[in-house]
């Protein structure tokens, strides 16, 4: 039996993706500092609903299952939003 965890694997994706959009050329304007990156992934997970677990097992499944063109598509758009939000009002 693996070590117990705990983790949100919206959050998991949700950084992953932010992580992703901010090296990309569609942003390349926007601040890219930690305070920004962190509070665009705040925005977003606080518009998405959680998906905890607590083990390795289950983090792999629930990603899985997370992963599907609907839940990206939703998630995007949430990202979206929160990069258009912290870039109209950055707290730096």
Do not use: W
């Not at 097992?57 to 299952?65: I, L, M, N, P, Y």
């Amino acid at each position: 039996m693996s070590e117990p965890i705990l983790v949100n694997v919206t959050e998991e994706i949700v950084r992953g993706l932010v992580s992703f959009l901010l090296r990309g050329p569609e942003y390349q304007t926007f601040c890219k500092c930690q305070i920004c990156e962190f509070q665009t992934v705040a925005y977003a997970l606080n518009a998405l609903p959680g998906k905890y677990v607590t083990s390795k097992e289950e983090r792999d499944e629930a990603f899985k299952a997370m992963n599907t063109p609907e839940n990206i598509e939703l998630i995007n758009r949430e990202i979206i939003r929160a990069l258009h939000v912290v870039n109209k009002h950055p707290r730096h």
